[in-house]
């Protein structure tokens, strides 16, 4: 029996569309991007960027339309009966079929000539429902059963913005009174300590003066969960093994109250200019940037592994990201991750602890991979998640696992690996 309570359609029929009017080719354009492989964010930007005399409605509405057709494209040719639905026509579905728009101003807003039937009722499967490619739908019935329509119902509405306070320098009560003060309603998150959540329309953050302090990062409250999972302390070695451009990382140093020694590598040298830039401005002198692999045996008290992954967990962040992925990306990263666990496991002491994160929905790179790993290593045991400060409803069979239906966060799991004071 399906628990669906949850209709993310609802949202569209709140929408200022009729800013719309007059800008059908506008629009029509920047779908026809979309729908042939650009990113809905490039394109948006683009585009906005191209028509800045647009007035605030228009904007709101363009990027509603663009984003809402990426992301239910597929509910949409399913309404017009049609694969090859133009633009135009796909607009017109979403307005009239999904957000409610009469006929005749969802034709004209849509720059079509007149209106085109649109089949009624529910679509059959839930590949349909909630526009997703068969095989992805396919995989979350798999994975999370009677649950998978409501967790395919919250990836169809954007996340929530949550910050994550720098307990380093001010706490999250004094943020929240901070950012009020520059005009940002917040409240606190529901699982993190440090989380604060954005109430009402999306301000402009990086023009705010508390983030160029250094006193914030925009982080989803799943993640935070899993840089908390490390439980790392001041005075501690701690290794950030796939530290990307440091969202964790700067999280691990304000918990060290950027004391002891924090280590983080990534290939991706990119990213790791960016987490030096964030590192400095948040305040952290201690972090140790490595541009090579961690040799073994470094005996670090702490390992965070936050592997690269599917990211299935996080595919409301981009209208468009389902059909953009293939179903290869199930196994695509199953033998890295393998990898990167193992050397997380090398570089840990004795006593010492590897955190094993994705922010995915997929046994294969999760579950499995822990228990691949666990027959390896008799010398490691799993140990529950934030014992003593987790909230029990955040842990599923002795792992994390985090979801937009369950949790407003995004997907995040994560396996908390102890390693043996001596082995035998
Ligand atoms: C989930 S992202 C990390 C996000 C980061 N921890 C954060 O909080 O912002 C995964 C990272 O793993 C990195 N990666 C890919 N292959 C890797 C490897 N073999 N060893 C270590 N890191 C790897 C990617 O470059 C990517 O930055």
Not at 35 to 55: K, Y
Not at 66 to 77: D, E, K, S
Not at 95 to 103: E, T
Not at 159 to 186: Q, Y
Request: include cysteine; glycine fraction near 10%; proline fraction near 8%.
């Amino acid at each position: 029996m399906s628990t669906v309570t949850f209709n993310p359609l609802s949202r569209l029929s709140s929408q200022p569309w009729s800013a719309l009017d007059g800008l059908g080719p506008v629009v029509s354009e920047a779908l026809a991007r979309i729908l042939s492989g650009d990113p809905a964010e490039r394109v948006l930007d683009r585009t906005l960027r191209a028509h800045r005399e647009l007035p605030r409605e228009g904007r709101q509405a363009l990027k509603e339309a663009v984003f809402n057709v990426g992301l239910w494209r597929r509910r949409l040719a399913f309404l017009l009966d049609s694969e090859g639905a133009s633009p135009p026509q796909l607009l017109f579905a979403l307005l009239h079929g999904l957000g409610g728009v009469p006929a005749r101003e969802a034709a004209s807003w849509a720059g079509l000539e007149a209106p085109v039937p649109l089949r009624t009722g529910e679509p059959p499967s839930l590949a349909l429902r909630a526009s997703l490619p068969d095989w992805l739908a396919d995989h979350f019935t798999r994975e999370l059963g009677t649950e998978a329509e409501d967790f395919c119902a919250h990836l169809n509405v954007p996340g929530p913005i949550t910050l994550r306070v720098n307990p380093a320098r001010l706490s999250r009560e004094a943020l929240a009174a901070r950012l009020a003060s520059e005009g940002v309603a917040t409240r606190p998150g529901s699982w993190s300590p440090l989380a604060l959540q954005v109430e009402g329309p999306r301000p402009n953050l990086y023009g705010l003066a508390s983030l160029r302090e250094g006193l914030f990062e925009v982080q989803d409250e799943g993640s935070q969960l899993l840089g908390l999972l490390v439980e790392a302390r001041p005075g501690e070695t701690v290794l950030d093994l796939c530290a990307g451009a440091g969202g964790k990382t700067l999280q691990l140093g304000a918990a060290m109250a950027d004391s002891g020694r924090l280590m983080a590598y990534d290939p991706d040298a990119e990213r790791l200019d960016r987490l030096q830039q964030r590192a400095s401005r948040a305040g952290l002198t201690r972090v140790h940037v490595l541009r090579t692999p961690p040799a073994p045996g470094l005996g670090v008290d702490r390992v965070l592994a936050d592997v690269p992954c599917s990211e299935l967990g996080s595919l409301r962040r981009g209208p468009d990201l389902r059909f953009r992925l293939s179903p290869d990306v199930l196994s695509r990263f199953i033998a890295t991750q393998r990898d990167i666990l193992a050397r997380a496991a090398d570089a840990v002491r004795l006593g010492g602890r590897v955190v094993y994160a994705t922010c995915t929905v997929n046994r294969a790179e999760n579950q499995d991979v822990v228990a691949d790993f666990l027959r390896a290593r008799p010398d490691f045991r799993r140990v529950p998640p934030g014992a003593g400060w987790l909230p029990e409803a955040c842990v599923q069979d002795g792992f994390l696992f985090v979801t937009p239906h369950r949790h407003g966060t995004d997907g995040f799991f994560a396996a908390v690996l102890e390693r043996a004071e001596a082995v035998g």
